[in-house]
C-alpha cells in the first residue's frame, strides 16, 4: 500500500509514486544555478521520457505555465513536460492529455495519481466488461446488519461510499463476490462522470501495487486477509466470519441474505426467454426438490440460465419433466466440473474422486473420510465437510459417470453388480447412450453371454486335441504318398500337393488357434514393457513377409499391467491380422503396418494400422466374433482362421483391458488399451 505524503518534499513524493508505478526516476542539474531537474521514464516500448515539476497551486497565468513547460520539454529533448498541481482544481474546460507526445500539460496531483498508476485505466476497462454482463447477472439486494437491520445491499453499499471516512465494509454470505463487483463497477461509473470527485475502485489488492486517496477503495479478492489492511474506506467481500475480524473498531459487516425462491424465480423469469423455457424451469423446480436446491443456488444461477438456453426451446407437452430435468443438470454440472477442475489444476483429478464418492456413497451409504479441496461446496453439491452429496440429483450424475468411467476400461460387471436408479439410467442415456443401452439390457444380456461362453465351451471342449491327430496323420500320408512317386510324377502333383499342404498347415493354425482360445490367458498380471514385446512379435512376421514395409512408434518407457504369455498372443493375433489384410489387400499400392504407442493419464493405447483393403461396415459389429473371417486364401494369399481377433478380445477383456476397431483413421486401425504400469526409476 502507497499513501502520498506531500508535506515533505513534495517532488520527492511525486517521484516515488513514478518509481512504485513501475517508472524510473532521474535528476539532472538544471540550467537555473542550484536547481534540479526531475524526469520519469517509462520501461516498457516506446520508451517515453517526461520531465515533471510540482506546483503548490493553480497557476494564476496558466497559459504561461504551459508555455513555459512547452520550451522546457523542447530544451531537455523530452517526450512531454507535466506540471503537478497540489492544490486547487483546474479550469473547466481545460483536459490534459498525457497521451500524446511532444505535449505540456498540467494536471491535478488527484488526478495524475489516478492516471499514472493505471488505477483510471482499470476503472475504465471494468466498466466497458460490466457494462455489457451486469444485464444477465444475479445481485442480491436483501441484507442485515450486525444490529440486525434488514437493509437493500446496493443503496447501503452507495450511502456508505458516499459517506464513509475512517471504516472498512466487509461483505460476507451468499453472493458476496458479486455483490463487491457490483460496486465497484457502479463507483467505477460514477468515476467515469465526475472524474474530479470520485475514486475509481481498485480492482486487486493482494500481490500488487496499490494506491490510496482518502476515498473509497474497492478490493474484489481480499478473503486471505488475517485482518483488514490498514487503510481508511475499504470495502472487500470474505469468506471469514470470526468475531475478532467481524467485530473489530471502524468494521461494518454487511451480511447478505439468501434469497427466498421467489426472488429467483422472478429473476429466471426476467431473464428466461422463451416463455416455455421458463414454464419448463418452473415445472422442474415443482417436480424435483433437488433441482429446486441447485437451482437455488446463487453460483449456479447464471450458469443455469446459459445452460437452458443453448437447449432448443421445448414444446408444452415434448420430453417428459423428468427427463429434462436430467439433460439440465447433466449439461450444468459436467460444465461446472471441467471448469473448476481445469481452473483448479492441483486438483485436477478430483472431479474424478467424486465419481468414486458417488458410487461409494450410493453403495455402502458412507464415504471414507476425505476432504475436497475445489469450492463444490459452493454450487450445492456436498454437505458443509465436503465429505458426502448432500444433492442426489448431483450425485447420480457422477454416478453415471463412474459407470461409463469402468465399463469403457473394460470392468463391465459393475452393471450386474448394482441395481440402479432410474435417474441414473436417464443420465447415462444423455452422457453415454452406448453404455446405457448395456446397462438397460445388463440383466438379459448377462444372462445371454452365460450361455453362449456355456455353449462354446461345451462345442469347443476336447476340440484342438481331436483335430491334432487327422492333422499329424494326413501329414505323414502325404509324405507316404510323395515317396512312393518318382520325380517326374512328383513334379506333374506339385500343385495338388501344394493345395493339401496349405490345407494341412490351415487346419494345424486352427488347432493351435482353439487350443488358446479353449485353454484362455494363464497367469498374474505384471509391469510389462511395451516396445520389446511388440518387436518380438514383428521379427518372425517381416522375416516371412518381406514385401511388407513395417514402422514401429512405440516410445520405450510405455508399461503396461498385463500378463505377460497373454499379451504376447494378443500382439501376434493383432500383427497376423494386420500382415495378411495388407497381403490380401486388391487395392494398396504401400504395403504398410504401423505400430504406434502412447500415454493418456493412466491408460496405455496401442494403435496397429494396416493399408490393407480396411473392414466393410456390415462387418464392423462383429469382427471379434469366433470363426469370423474374410481371409479365404487362395492365389497365394493368407487364409484366416476367424479366431485371431477373438482370441485378442477375450486375452485383452481378462486383463482389464479394452480392444477395438476405431474408424477415424483413413488406414484400418486396430487398437488395444491398457492400465499403464510403473515406470523403471
Known amino acids: 500500500m502507497f499513501q502520498l505524503e506531500t508535506d515533505g518534499d513534495p517532488q520527492e513524493a511525486v517521484a516515488q509514486v513514478y518509481r512504485a508505478a513501475g517508472f524510473e526516476v532521474e535528476r539532472r542539474v538544471g540550467d537555473a544555478p542550484g536547481t534540479v531537474e526531475w524526469f520519469a521514464s517509462s520501461t516498457g516500448f516506446p520508451r517515453v521520457r517526461t520531465y515533471f515539476r510540482v506546483l503548490p497551486k493553480v497557476p494564476e497565468d496558466l497559459a504561461r505555465e504551459l508555455a513555459e513547460l512547452t520550451a522546457i520539454c523542447q530544451v531537455t529533448a ?22 500524446t507526445a511532444t505535449s505540456a500539460a498540467l494536471i491535478t496531483i488527484r488526478q495524475w495519481v489516478l492516471e499514472v498508476t493505471g488505477i483510471a485505466t482499470k476503472a475504465r476497462e471494468l466498466v466497458r466488461t460490466m457494462d455489457a454482463a451486469a444485464a444477465g447477472l444475479y445481485f442480491p439486494r436483501r441484507a442485515r446488519l450486525a444490529s440486525g437491520e434488514e437493509v437493500d445491499a446496493d443503496v447501503f453499499i452507495a450511502r456508505w461510499a458516499d459517506e464513509s471516512v475512517d471504516s472498512t465494509l466487509i461483505v460476507v454470505g451468499p453472493g458476496k463476490r458479486t455483490t463487491v463487483s457490483h460496486a465497484a463497477w457502479s463507483l467505477a461509473r460514477r468515476f467515469e462522470e465526475r472524474p474530479d470527485v470520485v475514486t475509481p475502485p481498485i480492482m486487486s489488492y493482494a500481490g500488487e501495487r496499490s494506491f490510496h486517496l482518502p476515498s473509497v477503495v474497492v478490493v474484489a479478492d481480499a478473503r486471505h486477509y488475517d485482518r483488514p489492511p ?14 475478532t475480524l467481524l467485530t473489530a473498531p ?8 439468501p434469497p427466498r425462491a421467489d426472488e429467483i424465480e422472478r429473476w429466471f423469469e426476467r431473464h428466461l426467454e422463451p416463455r416455455p423455457s421458463f414454464d419448463r424451469f418452473l415445472a422442474a423446480r415443482r417436480t424435483s426438490k433437488d433441482f429446486a436446491d441447485l437451482s437455488n443456488v446463487l453460483g449456479n444461477l447464471v450458469l443455469l440460465r446459459d445452460t437452458i438456453r ?67 461446496e459452493s454450487y450445492g453439491w456436498l454437505d458443509r465437510e465436503g465429505e458426502l452429496f448432500s444433492n442426489q440429483l448431483v450425485m447420480h450424475f457422477f454416478l453415471a459417470r463412474k459407470i461409463v468411467r469402468e465399463v469403457r476400461a473394460g470392468h463391465d460387471d459393475v ?45 469347443q471342449l476336447g476340440f484342438a486335441h481331436r483335430l491334432n491327430r487327422p492333422v499329424g496323420a494326413m501329414r505323414q500320408h502325404l509324405g507316404e504318398i510323395r515317396d512312393a512317386l518318382d520325380k517326374e510324377q512328383r513334379a506333374s502333383l506339385a500343385r495338388p500337393f501344394a493345395r493339401l499342404e496349405e490345407e494341412i498347415d490351415y487346419i494345424e493354425r486352427l488347432t493351435e488357434k482353439t487350443r488358446i482360445w479353449e485353454a484362455g490367458p494363464t497367469g498374474t498380471k505384471a509391469n510389462v514393457v511395451l516396445r520389446p514385446l511388440v518387436e518380438d512379435e514383428l521379427a518372425p512376421l517381416t522375416r516371412r513377409y518381406t514385401e511388407v514395409d513395417t514402422l514401429v512408434e512405440v516410445p520405450s518407457e510405455l508399461h503396461v499391467e498385463a500378463i505377460s504369455d497373454a499379451l504376447h498372443e494378443t500382439l501376434h493375433c493383432l500383427l497376423e491380422n494386420a500382415f495378411h489384410a495388407v497381403l490380401c489387400s486388391t487395392r494398396a499400392t504401400v504395403r504398410r503396418i504401423v505400430v504406434s504407442g502412447s500415454r493418456t493419464g493412466d491408460v496405455i493405447r496401442l494403435e496397429i494400422r494396416d493399408s490393407g483393403d480396411g473392414v466393410n461396415s456390415g462387418d464392423r459389429d462383429r469382427i471379434f466374433e469366433p470363426f469370423n473371417t ?44 491398457l492400465v499403464a504400469g510403473k515406470e523403471d526409476g
Not at 359 to 374: M, N, P, T
Request: aromatic share 8%.
Open 230 to 243: 490498514p487503510t481508511r474506506s475499504l470495502l472487500y467481500w470474505s469468506d471469514r466470519s470470526d468475531k
Open 310 to 376: 443453448a437447449l432448443p426451446t421445448p414444446a408444452s407437452d415434448a420430453t417428459p419433466i423428468e427427463a429434462w430435468i436430467v439433460v439440465v443438470a447433466a449439461a450444468h454440472v459436467g460444465q461446472v466440473a471441467s471448469t473448476v477442475s481445469q481452473d483448479w489444476g492441483r486438483d485436477r483429478a478430483s472431479a474424478s474422486d467424486l465419481e468414486d464418492l458417488a458410487l461409494e456413497q450410493f453403495a455402502i451409504g458412507k464415504a471414507a473420510s476425505r476432504r475436497f479441496l475445489l469450492p463444490w
Open 415 to 459: 452393471l450386474l453388480r448394482y441395481q440402479f436408479p432410474r435417474e441414473v439410467f436417464l443420465f447415462l442415456t444423455v452422457i453415454a447412450p452406448d453404455v446405457a443401452a448395456r446397462l438397460t439390457d445388463s440383466a438379459v444380456a448377462g444372462m445371454e453371454q452365460r450361455i453362449r461362453e456355456e455353449a462354446e465351451r461345451i462345442a
Open 78 to 99: 523530452s517526450d512531454r513536460a507535466i506540471g503537478i498541481v497540489l492544490e486547487g482544481e483546474l479550469p473547466e474546460g481545460y483536459e490534459p492529455n498525457l497521451a
Open 250 to 257: 471502524g468494521i461494518v459487516v454487511l451480511r447478505l441474505l
Open 630 to 673: 474374410n481371409k479365404t486364401g487362395g492365389a497365394g494369399k493368407p487364409r484366416g482362421t476367424g479366431l485371431g481377433l477373438a482370441i485378442a478380445k477375450r486375452f485383452v477383456e481378462r486383463m482389464g483391458g479394452r480392444i477395438g476397431l476405431d474408424p477415424a483413421h483413413e488406414e484400418t486401425c486396430f487398437f488395444i488399451e
